[in-house]
């Protein structure tokens, strides 16, 4: 049968798997060996090259395969090397790779949206708007020889990330090998990657007087929620500013500490008509915005850094960016990186619905029934419709993907995609804890293994 009658019976039976394989080989294309090149320090490729080895471990992102074995067994004619020598790579990838695959693939995902005509949400006028969240991995299995006899769970490091919440991208991605390592310690590194215009939205965990200090010297303004263990200084007089959707908001003046070189921020209070799901039932937000952005902009603006946290969810629910087999951090770190870049794919492709179907309705397609689907048909349609056939469609330039990405988007039905509606959730009682459960950092562990070798 003739390649584009194939495609025909693809675009109507699986379109997201093809308008996804047309967005991911736009996104990223052929750069996986330049930027493998450009940010290695100790690292080099020999056979098995940084591209092959990506593109195999993509596939246990995106649920084609269900471990990195599995990954190698359907890629070894291109991996050209042992099974030994596919895991050595991946455990040895450096941190500054992993991190550059998700800045770039936000690089390209928001070049690709611009050209699809996609419009950035304004969250608050004249500022770029950032949230800033971290993630601990989940505990790994006890595989590795110095973590057999362990008690406690591993943890295999930690992801800050930041969140462009105008294009719904995570754009950035600081790595901490050490699970046992703040989360704060990444600040003087998200402070060099911000300019003045932009705004960052951040818990409590990032109230850091150093990173508050830095940021406004540096033109960046930030809301973030104040610590309990800073205190500052009030100034003035408690005052009323209104309500939001959630409770009461007040505004008071305060300072750092009574040095004359003392930051004077503003203190946003919300007193809450419900209490959070911590049982705190006020919070207090620290800000350097300017008065010209009111006290309830300021609480209502906040309230967008959950948006991160649903990103988090679909890396969790609809791609696989953790394995609890895999324990070396730098592997783990590396799969969680290209499940960040996965879903900046998906983004483009979301960008190209918006750019043919009704916003309402594209709102309403839902994440799990484009993930079954990709998962579900993409090996097939790659047998059939091979590495060459995908070249002569798609060209190797964007003024030929665009126009796909768009023909692809416009034969798409989304009513056969909508989200389901459920009811009110109930109430769960959890039982108690009977002992307490702790855990250990497989870096700090694998370092102390290492040293006491002979």
Not at 397 to 404: E, F, H, Q
Request: net charge neutral.
């Amino acid at each position: 049968m003739d390649a584009s009658k194939l495609m025909d019976k693809f675009l109507q039976k699986c379109p997201f798997a093809v308008l996804t394989q047309a967005a991911m080989r736009g996104v990223i294309a052929d750069e996986f060996d330049d930027l493998f090149e450009e940010h290695r320090s100790q690292q080099y490729e020999k056979t098995l090259t940084f591209s092959a080895m990506a593109t195999a471990v993509a596939d246990v992102v995106l649920r084609f395969a269900e471990n990195f074995h599995q990954a190698y067994a359907a890629h070894k004619s291109k991996l050209l090397v042992s099974l030994t020598s596919f895991y050595d790579k991946i455990n040895a990838t450096e941190l500054s790779i992993s991190e550059a695959v998700a800045a770039r693939s936000a690089q390209r995902a928001a070049q690709f949206q611009d050209q699809l005509g996609f419009v950035p949400r304004q969250i608050l006028k004249d500022y770029n708007v950032y949230a800033l969240d971290g993630n601990h991995l989940q505990e790994s299995e006890k595989r590795l020889a110095p973590l057999r006899m362990l008690h406690d769970a591993p943890l295999a490091g930690t992801i800050v990330a930041r969140f462009d919440l105008q294009r719904q991208l995570f754009d950035r991605a600081y790595l901490l090998e050490d699970a046992h390592a703040q989360e704060s310690t990444t600040l003087d590194r998200v402070v060099q990657d911000l300019k003045p215009g932009d705004l960052i939205l951040a818990d409590r965990h990032y109230c850091i007087l150093k990173f508050l200090h830095a940021a406004d010297e540096q033109g960046v303004c930030f809301v973030i929620r104040q610590h309990g263990r800073f205190q500052g200084e009030l100034i003035g007089q408690r005052r009323q500013m209104g309500r939001t959707e959630t409770g009461t908001v007040y505004e008071q003046a305060i300072r750092t500490s009574s040095s004359a070189d003392a930051l004077v921020m503003r203190r946003i209070t919300v007193e809450l008509d419900e209490p959070t799901r911590d049982g705190d039932t006020v919070i207090h937000l620290l800000t350097n915005l300017p008065a010209a952005v009111d006290a309830l902009q300021v609480a209502d603006v906040y309230r967008r850094r959950w948006e991160e946290e649903t990103g988090y969810y679909y890396l969790t629910t609809t791609l696989t960016c953790e394995l609890k087999s895999v324990g070396q951090p730098p592997a783990a770190l590396f799969l969680f990186c290209l499940a960040m870049m996965a879903f900046n794919i998906r983004q483009v492709v979301f960008a190209a619905l918006y750019a043919e179907h009704d916003e309402a309705l594209v709102n309403q397609v839902s994440h799990h029934a484009i993930s079954v689907e990709i998962q579900r048909y993409t090996d097939g349609m790659l047998i059939v419709l091979d590495d060459e056939f995908w070249r002569g469609l798609l060209g190797h330039n964007a003024s030929r993907l665009v126009p796909r990405l768009r023909e692809f988007s416009r034969r798409i039905d989304l009513q056969r995609y909508r989200k389901s509606v459920r009811g009110p959730k109930k109430k769960v009682v959890k039982p108690p804890r009977t002992r307490p459960k702790t855990h250990v950092s497989t870096a700090k562990i694998l370092r102390q293994a290492a040293q006491q070798t002979p």
